[in-house]
């Protein structure tokens, strides 16, 4: 997928961040928090700090004070931001669709459960 993103100005990690605040968005979050993000992302929080703002600096996302406390600083996409996830969301989904066709569809749901309890796995594993 790196040409892909590659040929809309962004890598991997800036679309890992991008596709993470737009399914924050449709669960009715008004942006996230850094280490929210990060721990999305599996991720420590200085590490998505930097991706965070090299898509600031594209005008992809925008940082702004959380209500009820100023030391909280909350990321979302900006109307570009939006655009572009939108824009690229529907050729990777065909792009995985193709990548997935390789299994039956048993399959799919086969590796799709063993996914998520990797991911279950994984989270127990985090160390702060």
Do not use: Y
């Amino acid at each position: 997928m790196k040409p892909h993103f590659a040929r809309h100005g962004i890598s991997g990690p800036q679309w890992d961040v991008l596709h993470n605040l737009s399914r924050a968005e449709m669960e009715g979050e008004k942006g996230l928090r850094l280490r929210d993000l990060a721990d999305r992302l599996l991720i420590r929080p200085p590490s998505v700090t930097g991706v965070v703002d090299r898509l600031e600096r594209q005008g992809l996302v925008s940082r702004s004070r959380a209500r009820g406390d100023l030391r909280v600083r909350r990321v979302r996409l900006t109307p570009a931001g939006r655009a572009l996830h939108n824009r690229v969301q529907t050729i990777h989904a065909e792009r995985i669709q193709a990548t997935m066709s390789g299994l039956s569809r048993r399959e799919q749901v086969r590796l799709g459960r063993l996914l998520d309890r990797l991911e279950v796995h994984l989270r127990t594993m985090r160390v702060e």
